[in-house]
């Protein structure tokens, strides 16, 4: 179906926790993202990763943090997260960061829950 | 400055009649337009894309978009809905001047009943 996997699927955790989200692609594209989508409210780019360099961060709370060690994976670390952190947290990639024509693939996204 | 309206938040048709999700966009620059769907609990998918070549966009599972410049829309249809078509379809524009920064719409929620 896709060749874009995110795991965990679902997670639940309190304000204080410290937890991660991964995301692989199995595609060979050079560039990846990470999307939050919210009830109600557009998909929200957080984070562009190009060959493994962030070139793009839309104002998003350091209690985000990613990590990108090479082109085939994205982490997302969490830190005392808010209640108003809780939505569908959305991993894509694209062959290339710079293409306008390029499709972006999604993965399933990680539904979290913010205690 | 790029922007995209889903001019409904839910339609809701019978099965085998007519499919018509409105988008309106605005973009400074030639826009590509992409139409992506989402069934519960998935990720997004994409039904079709349009980057300046052919008006009329013929996409997955019996969808197609037509660009209209004149009118700034990119309207989904399909002839014949069916069960499975019943998910959240998001229209998404990105300007050639912010290359792989995409924005998406609102979303609109397909509803097919019997």
């Known amino acids: 179906e896709t060749g874009v996997t995110q795991t965990p699927r679902h997670l639940v955790m309190g304000m204080t926790n410290k937890k991660s989200l991964k995301c692989e692609q199995h595609l060979g594209h050079n560039a990846m993202y990470w999307y939050k989508q919210s009830a109600k409210k557009p998909l929200e780019l957080m984070f562009v990763?190009?060959?493994?360099?962030?070139?793009e961060n839309n104002s998003v709370p350091s209690r985000f943090s990613p990590e990108c060690p090479n082109s085939s994976h994205l982490f997302l670390h969490l830190h005392t997260l808010q209640p108003e952190d809780s939505a569908l947290y959305l991993c894509a990639s694209s062959p290339e960061y710079s293409s306008v024509t390029d499709t972006q693939y999604f993965g399933p996204g990680t539904r979290l829950t913010v205690l | 400055a790029q922007s995209v309206t889903q001019l409904d938040s839910h339609v809701s048709v019978s099965e085998g009649t007519p499919v018509l999700l409105r988008c309106n966009y605005s973009s400074s620059y030639s826009p590509s337009l992409f139409w992506y769907v989402q069934h519960p609990n998935k990720g997004l998918q994409l039904l079709l894309k349009y980057t300046s070549a052919a008006t009329l966009v013929k996409g997955i599972n019996g969808f197609e978009a037509e660009f209209k410049k004149s009118e700034t829309s990119f309207h989904l249809t399909k002839p014949s809905a069916h069960m499975s078509d019943a998910a959240e379809y998001f229209c998404v524009v990105r300007g050639s001047g912010t290359a792989s920064k995409l924005t998406f719409g609102t979303g609109t929620r397909l509803q097919v009943t019997l």
């Open positions: 990763y190009s060959l493994e360099e962030r070139v």
